[in-house]
């Protein structure tokens, strides 16, 4: 069973620029969210995919933006980078439905550092 | 809203010390606890869970009991070990959520040999 894999590892970019990030899910999961999570502090949820569509969100701006693809991998999208995205990102896959009490699983993050 | 609190960090132990490491929670309806451990560089792993009151989740030493009537669910490892170095994370997750994560500001625990 292939668990959840993220990339890059590691990216560095400075203000205003754009960036993408990717997740593959787990096998057999159909949805996937997406944390922050900022240095000392525990993830903070940003928003989560099921079937293609956004089922949810967190207190985030518009310029983070979210696809899933019908495989069920996910991107996570940021515009106009600020110094306070510099985070962890993590994504995390589950069997979903909306009585789940399935839990999430969890790739290694991509560290985001903005310049 | 719902929120999670735990104790702050860092918690520093000898080997074999026993540890715990409180959580409270306030959720407005009735929701799934979990504990998550994150080792230095790597994501969250799932530790231990409980899905309704009295519930006791348990892995690898690690055990924590949903305490409805307190709103906690603490965390207790009776003997610690240096592999036991991490972050710790306690989180819930409301019915009909989908199974989102309100987590905790996380608890680092140090163990020295």
């Known amino acids: 069973e292939t668990g959840v894999t993220q990339s890059p590892t590691h990216l560095i970019k400075t203000r205003g620029q754009q960036v993408t990030l990717r997740c593959s899910s787990q096998?057999?999961?159909?949805?996937v969210s997406w944390y922050q999570q900022a240095l000392g502090q525990g993830p903070q949820f940003i928003f989560q995919?099921?079937?293609?569509?956004?089922?949810g969100r967190g207190n985030f701006p518009p310029r983070f933006s979210g696809l899933q693809f019908p495989n069920y991998s996910s991107e996570l999208n940021v515009n106009a980078l600020e110094l306070d995205d510099s985070a962890l990102y993590l994504c995390?896959?589950?069997?979903?439905?909306?009585?789940?009490?399935?839990?999430?699983?969890f790739g290694d993050g991509t560290r985001l550092s903005i310049l | 809203g719902d929120s999670v609190t735990q104790m702050e960090g860092p918690v520093t132990l000898s080997e074999e010390a026993f540890l715990t490491i409180n959580c409270t929670y306030t959720?407005?309806?009735?929701?799934?606890l979990f504990w998550y451990v994150q080792y230095p560089g790597e994501g969250l792993q799932l530790l231990l869970k409980?899905?309704?009151?009295?519930d006791k989740g348990s892995n690898k030493g690690f055990e924590a009991t949903y305490r409805k009537e307190t709103t906690s669910f603490h965390l207790e490892k009776g003997s610690v070990q240096v592999s036991d170095s991490a972050v710790y994370f306690c989180a819930l997750s409301e019915p009909d959520s989908w199974g989102k994560l309100q987590f905790g500001a996380g608890t680092q625990v140090v163990v020295t040999p």
């Open positions: 096998s057999g999961h159909n949805t």
């Open positions: 995919y099921y079937r293609e569509e956004e089922n």
């Open positions: 409980a899905t309704k009151a009295d």
């Open positions: 995390a896959s589950s069997l979903g439905g909306a009585e789940s009490n399935q839990p999430q699983h």
């Open positions: 959720a407005t309806g009735y929701p799934s």
